[in-house]
């Protein structure tokens, strides 16, 4: 089996033998293996089968035992020992062909990380919190719960203020407003030690804020 491959799954080579055998028909197909009788024949170099070691004792048998017992002897040992023999083979037949050879596991191709895209991202599902309830106190601004753009635009419909995580969510709040400012402002008026931050209003008369980092 050197000179060609074998696929087991399939009980047949993938490729043909090169040396065609005219004197018998099964020698002209060139997927066969020792003319289909692998049990009594051999091909070790791969051009043609030969005798195997169960072959040569089916053929040396009745001679044998014609030398050891002589003409009558042999006339009634040898078809008992050939049947044996081919019992034996057989039965080595049989046992080769209920091997079950397992059908090589495929490889899977695991599948790519999705990296997720930001600019996509759905801003009304419920995972995606991108400000937090917020309240001014001492100068600066307290954070609470984290919020999602829609539960932040409830939170400052009613009256409160939320802090976003940068302008471009606070501009997503503020743009459900009707009459929100389009542009950002920050307190001209700052009294040292506090802390002031950007931020818009729903509407130009409102003291609500929708401040952002």
């Known amino acids: 089996l050197n000179s060609r491959y074998y696929n087991p799954l399939w009980g047949r080579f993938i490729n043909c033998d090169g040396i065609i055998n005219d004197d018998e ?8 293996y020792c003319n289909n009788n692998a049990i009594t024949l051999v091909d070790p170099t791969g ?23 002589g003409y009558a002897g042999a006339k009634v040992a040898a078809p008992v020992i050939y049947d044996a023999v081919s019992r034996v083979g057989a039965a080595a037949k049989t046992l080769i062909g209920s091997i079950n050879i397992s059908k090589p596991k495929e490889k899977v191709q695991s599948k790519a990380i999705a990296i997720p895209n930001t600019n996509s991202q759905n801003f009304e599902t419920p995972k995606f919190k991108p400000c937090t ?20 635009y409830y939170h400052v419909l009613v009256g409160n203020d939320v802090m976003c995580d940068n302008r471009y969510y ?3 709040v503020a743009k459900k407003f009707k009459y929100h400012l389009l542009k950002p402002e920050i307190d001209k008026i700052q009294i040292p030690g506090n802390k002031y931050y950007y931020h818009y209003h729903p509407d130009r008369n409102s003291h609500r804020h929708i401040w952002y980092y």
Do not use: H, Q
Request: a negative charge; one cysteine or more.
């Open 170 to 172: 606070a501009y997503e």
């Open 47 to 69: 051009e043609s089968g030969v005798l195997s070691l169960l072959g040569i004792a089916k053929v040396l048998a009745p001679i044998v035992v014609y030398g050891a017992l």
């Open 133 to 152: 309830e917020a309240k001014l106190f001492n100068g600066d601004v307290l954070r609470g719960d984290r919020l999602t753009i829609d539960e932040a």
């Open 25 to 32: 028909i099964v020698g002209c197909n060139l997927y066969t």
